[in-house]
């Protein structure tokens, strides 16, 4: 199955991709968690990144589109994969569309987590997250012991985009830039809307509900 979870800041992409990766064993590919991984080890990538990041701007196409071209020619692909945050503007729809006929894996499905914008911002101001890309809420969904994180051990903390200023740029710039990509999947027939609001169980069974018409 080559998968893309879409929806804006906080739709829970993150968390749905995790469990997917539990369940069908196809390789979660978050290029937030890239970028992030990039500006913690002090890359040129990471460092040219973080501006961006931190302002809730997009990292220009460029960039992107040289991490997915590489990240999707790696082996453990082979057998499918789950975007997340990728893509988010038409130009970056349009090169993975050519890079995908290139290796003849096509996208089965776009799964849409629809969450209304008060709902993101609760979400997003109460998120702690973990360096291993795992995502947790401080009351819908804590870790199981104070700040540590389930999958890791590994200590949780607050994203450096997740202030009040970043968060509202980065729902203005989805609105924007990625938004369109809904009708521009709606219109080749691989959208499929869900309702995010739903609890992350909930929203984790409609998704193996749509997934299983594909098996
Ligand atoms: P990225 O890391 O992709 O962030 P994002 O798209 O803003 O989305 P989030 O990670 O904030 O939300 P999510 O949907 O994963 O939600 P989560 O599962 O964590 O990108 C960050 C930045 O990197 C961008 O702003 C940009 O600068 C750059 N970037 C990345 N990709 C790029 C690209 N392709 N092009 C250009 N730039 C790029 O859940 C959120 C919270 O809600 C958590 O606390 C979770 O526990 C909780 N939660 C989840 N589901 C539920 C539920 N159903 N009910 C209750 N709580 C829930
Ligand atoms: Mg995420």
Known sequence: MNIILFGPPGAGKGTQAKKLVDFNGIPQISTGDILRANVREG??????????MDKGELVPDQVLIGIIKNRLKEQDCCK???????PRTV????????????????????????????VLVDRISKRLMCKCGASYHTVSNPPKKDNICDLCGCEV????????EAVQNRLKV???????????YAKQGLLVTLDGTKNIDEVFEDIKAVLAKFA
């Open 157 to 164: 903390f607050q994203r450096s985009d997740d202030r009040e």
């Open 80 to 86: 499918g994969f789950i975007l997340d945050g990728y």
């Open 174 to 184: 989805y609105k924007k830039q990625t938004q369109p990509l809904i009708d521009y």
């Open 43 to 52: 890359t040129e990538l990471g460092l040219a990144a973080k501006a961006y």
């Open 91 to 118: 130009p970056q729809a349009d090169v993975l569309a050519v890079i995908l006929k290139e290796i003849g894996k096509p996208i089965n499905v776009v799964l849409n987590l629809e969450v209304p914008d008060e």
